[in-house]
């Protein structure tokens, strides 16, 4: 199974994230996320749907500890996120932005080494054993052959999936993905949600996926949760959460929502404004 | 990696230690090397030695630690603002330090307490008080910092700054005026060490700050919230480059002026030749940015005859199309 070396994660409870009753406002006007609870369960992928401004990237940054939260608490491995340091907690976990840009010309290996900042002191050189562990998520996620490419020159996908190395050379256990197909065509959508669906299988790799593409979530994702103005509208299997009903109320749409019979994923056919 | 760090600077340090050694021979009087460094012939009586030590090695010295420390802090503005057209002259920074330094000499401040002198003092003022400016306007629009916005408030702010230079410059006396149009010229003769010495040690403390901070720049090149998922405490960091981009600003100007170019065009060579790494980059600019000064200022000494243009034209020659080429390379 992981015969690799990527850094792994101390194995406790089968709860590796957890949200409890989280608040959050970017001021007093408008409060962007009301009591949501969200538990995360180690090896699972969970989806996060919801319209535009429903709450999802609010949510992962405070996942991500880059925003607090103003009533609530989240827990990573059972400790309070606000225990652990910036670095103690890009140790891990790590977040795939739905682009990336850099200003200047570093190569898809140097995007991927940056991952191992916050293993590394302050003016600490990567050493064989970071060379290693970061060609080894190249070599995860299919990058391996543009080690040396400036990352500037790669297509949309080819970039994506050295974010994704980036990320698994810094925490491989536990990614928070927002919405990392968005800017990708078909073709390189079809490749990140197959990669994703890969480590989740062969690594038991644990993933928050924010996504807009229904059909994408019902067929990576184990468990879905479903924001609305900042509220839990509903969670669970697929099954159970991805109802007509559902995405009339999450988006105003009539959907017909069937098994696809080749794939035996839930499929998602919107039939037009609800009334 | 650590090899390669290691022959970047062997390789620009060799560079640099030949500007260094090279450039005090050549001028109206011809010396020799070998007797300059002669010991067995008294200083005294060591013509070559002393054109070499006293009369041009203080203008090379000034040169290369000038040369450094704006090419350290364009490559730091560069990193910060994620944008490769930033650097001292383009946002105002070398503008403002220029008022602060005129300020000083404009209303006879020039004091120095403990060892200090106020014209180092006020460079730095006015440099982080420029680059607060344009600072605090890139962070009210983070969610898509416009290039072109930031280096409009750059012009717009180098206007502003460089009239209120002018004006100083016109109501101060006639003595005042001439050291002061001198100064914006941008020149490296400074005199002696005594005046090197003055801006050595805010230089040493500005490359002290920018040298423990590559990894960092690196992350934030990247974006500051990518940074931040990486485990940078960005707003530090970020505090930490604008003193240090800031101070080394300063400091170079007080001493040679506000050269311009060197701030943009080194770090854009040193990334063309060593790639985008600053654990490389920064002290590739620093030792390229000095030799670089150096060849300017041996060029604006020896090559145009009996007139000596000050350095910073001999700069801006080159430095000006080399920007027009970089605007030109990006519009593609």
Same mark, same amino acid.
């Given at each position: 199974?992981?015969?690799?070396?990527?850094?792994?994660?101390?194995?406790?409870? *089968?709860?590796?994230?957890?949200?409890?009753?989280?608040?959050? $406002?970017?001021?007093?006007?408008?409060?962007?996320?009301?009591?949501?609870?969200?538990?995360?369960?180690? @090896?699972?992928?969970?989806?996060?749907?919801?319209?535009?401004?429903?709450?999802?990237?609010?949510?992962?940054?405070?996942?991500?500890?880059?925003?607090?939260?103003?009533? @609530?608490?989240?827990?990573?491995?059972?400790?309070?996120?606000?225990?652990?340091?910036?670095?103690?907690?890009?140790?891990?976990?790590?977040?795939?932005?739905?682009?990336?840009?850099?200003?200047?010309?570093?190569?898809?290996?140097?995007?991927?080494?940056?991952?191992?900042?916050?293993?590394?002191?302050?003016?600490?050189?990567?050493?064989?054993?970071?060379?290693?562990?970061?060609?080894?998520?190249?070599?995860?996620?299919?990058?391996?052959?543009?080690?040396?490419?400036?990352?500037?020159?790669?297509?949309?996908?080819?970039?994506?999936?050295?974010?994704?190395?980036?990320?698994?050379?810094?925490?491989?256990?536990?990614?928070?993905?927002?919405?990392?197909?968005?800017?990708?065509?078909?073709?390189?959508?079809?490749?990140?949600?197959?990669? /994703?669906?890969?480590?989740?299988?062969?690594?038991?790799?644990?993933?928050?996926?924010?996504?807009?593409?229904?059909?994408?979530?019902?067929?990576?994702?184990?468990?879905?949760?479903?924001?609305?103005?900042?509220?839990?509208?509903?969670?669970?299997?697929?099954? $159970?959460?991805?109802?007509?009903?559902?995405?009339?109320?999450?988006?105003?749409?009539?959907?017909?929502?069937?098994?696809?019979?080749?794939? %035996?994923?839930?499929?998602?056919?919107?039939?037009?404004?609800?009334? | 990696?650590?090899?390669?760090?290691?022959?970047?600077?062997?390789?620009?340090?060799?560079?640099?230690?030949?500007?260094?050694?090279?450039?005090?021979?050549?001028?109206?009087?011809?010396?020799?090397?070998?007797?300059?460094?002669?010991?067995?012939?008294?200083?005294?009586?060591?013509? *070559?030695?002393?054109?070499?030590?006293?009369?041009?090695?203080?203008?090379?010295?000034?040169?290369?630690?000038?040369?450094?420390?704006?090419?350290?802090?364009?490559?730091?503005?560069?990193?910060?603002?994620?944008?490769?057209?930033?650097?001292?002259?383009?946002?105002?920074?070398?503008?403002?330090?220029?008022?602060?330094?005129?300020?000083?000499?404009?209303?006879?401040?020039?004091?120095?307490?403990?060892?200090?002198?106020?014209?180092?003092?006020?460079?730095?003022?006015?440099?982080? %008080?420029?680059?607060?400016?344009?600072?605090?306007?890139?962070?009210?629009?983070?969610?898509?910092?416009?290039?072109?916005?930031?280096?409009?408030?750059?012009?717009?702010?180098?206007?502003?700054?460089?009239?209120?230079?002018?004006?100083?410059?016109?109501?101060?006396?006639?003595?005042?005026?001439?050291?002061?149009?001198?100064?914006?010229? #941008?020149?490296?003769?400074?005199?002696?060490?005594?005046?090197?010495?003055?801006?050595?040690?805010?230089?040493?403390?500005?490359?002290?700050?920018?040298?423990?901070?590559?990894?960092?720049?690196?992350?934030?090149?990247?974006?500051?919230?990518?940074?931040?998922?990486?485990?940078?405490?960005?707003?530090?960091?970020?505090?930490?480059? /604008?003193? @240090?981009?800031?101070?080394?600003?300063?400091?170079?100007?007080?001493? #040679?002026?506000?050269?311009?170019?060197?701030?943009?065009?080194?770090?854009?060579?040193?990334?063309?030749?060593?790639?985008?790494?600053?654990?490389?980059?920064?002290?590739?600019?620093?030792?390229?940015?000095?030799?670089?000064?150096?060849?300017?200022?041996?060029?604006?000494?020896?090559?145009? %005859?009996?007139?000596?243009?000050?350095? #910073?034209?001999?700069?801006?020659?080159? %430095?000006?199309?080399?920007?027009?080429?970089?605007?030109?390379?990006?519009?593609?």
């Amino acid at each position: 199974m992981n015969t690799t070396a990527l850094p792994a994660a101390p194995a406790t409870s *089968d709860v590796i994230l957890k949200a409890t009753a989280v608040s959050f $406002a970017y001021d007093r006007a408008r409060t962007v996320l009301e009591a949501v609870s969200v538990t995360l369960r180690r @090896g699972t992928i969970l989806g996060l749907l919801g319209p535009n401004g429903s709450g999802k990237t609010t949510l992962l940054r405070l996942f991500a500890g880059t925003l607090v939260p103003a009533r @609530g608490e989240i827990t990573i491995d059972g400790a309070r996120l606000d225990s652990l340091s910036r670095r103690a907690l890009a140790r891990r976990l790590a977040i795939v932005p739905q682009e990336t840009h850099s200003a200047f010309d570093f190569s898809a290996l140097e995007i991927v080494l940056m991952g191992r900042y916050p293993h590394l002191g302050p003016l600490e050189l990567e050493g064989a054993d970071d060379v290693a562990i970061a060609r080894e998520a190249m070599r995860a996620t299919g990058t391996r052959g543009m080690e040396s490419r400036p990352f500037a020159t790669l297509s949309g996908g080819e970039k994506q999936r050295v974010v994704i190395a980036s990320a698994l050379a810094q925490a491989s256990d536990l990614l928070l993905l927002d919405e990392p197909t968005a800017s990708l065509d078909l073709g390189y959508q079809f490749d990140v949600a197959n990669l /994703l669906r890969r480590l989740n299988r062969e690594r038991a790799t644990t993933m928050i996926v924010s996504t807009h593409d229904l059909n994408l979530a019902s067929a990576l994702c184990s468990e879905l949760v479903l924001l609305k103005g900042g509220r839990v509208l509903a969670q669970g299997t697929v099954e $159970a959460v991805l109802t007509p009903a559902n995405l009339r109320a999450l988006y105003g749409i009539e959907a017909d929502v069937s098994v696809h019979a080749r794939t %035996g994923h839930m499929t998602v056919v919107p039939l037009g404004r609800a009334e | 990696m650590r090899r390669r760090i290691v022959a970047t600077v062997a390789g620009f340090g060799v560079l640099a230690a030949a500007a260094v050694l090279l450039a005090p021979l050549a001028g109206s009087t011809t010396i020799s090397l070998s007797r300059a460094f002669d010991r067995s012939i008294p200083f005294a009586d060591n013509v *070559d030695a002393q054109v070499f030590f006293v009369a041009r090695l203080p203008r090379v010295v000034a040169a290369a630690l000038v040369g450094a420390a704006f090419a350290l802090a364009g490559a730091v503005f560069q990193a910060l603002l994620r944008n490769p057209l930033a650097s001292p002259d383009t946002l105002g920074v070398s503008a403002g330090a220029t008022l602060g330094a005129i300020l000083v000499i404009a209303f006879h401040l020039d004091i120095s307490a403990f060892g200090v002198s106020s014209i180092p003092v006020a460079s730095f003022a006015g440099s982080l %008080g420029a680059f607060g400016i344009i600072y605090a306007l890139s962070i009210a629009r983070r969610r898509g910092t416009s290039t072109t916005v930031l280096l409009l408030a750059g012009v717009a702010l180098t206007a502003l700054l460089s009239a209120l230079n002018r004006f100083v410059t016109l109501i101060a006396d006639f003595t005042d005026t001439f050291r002061s149009v001198r100064w914006m010229m #941008g020149a490296l003769d400074v005199g002696g060490y005594r005046e090197i010495m003055a801006a050595l040690a805010p230089m040493l403390v500005a490359f002290a700050i920018i040298f423990s901070l590559p990894r960092v720049l690196d992350l934030v090149s990247l974006g500051s919230e990518a940074a931040e998922f990486r485990g940078v405490d960005v707003k530090r960091a970020e505090r930490l480059a /604008l003193v @240090g981009a800031s101070l080394s600003t300063g400091a170079a100007v007080s001493l #040679g002026g506000p050269i311009p170019f060197v701030g943009i065009i080194v770090p854009h060579i040193v990334r063309l030749m060593v790639g985008a790494d600053h654990r490389v980059v920064l002290p590739a600019s620093a030792l390229f940015g000095a030799a670089f000064l150096i060849v300017c200022d041996l060029a604006a000494r020896t090559l145009f %005859g009996p007139v000596e243009p000050p350095v #910073g034209t001999v700069t801006a020659l080159i %430095g000006g199309p080399f920007f027009l080429w970089l605007l030109f390379k990006r519009q593609r």
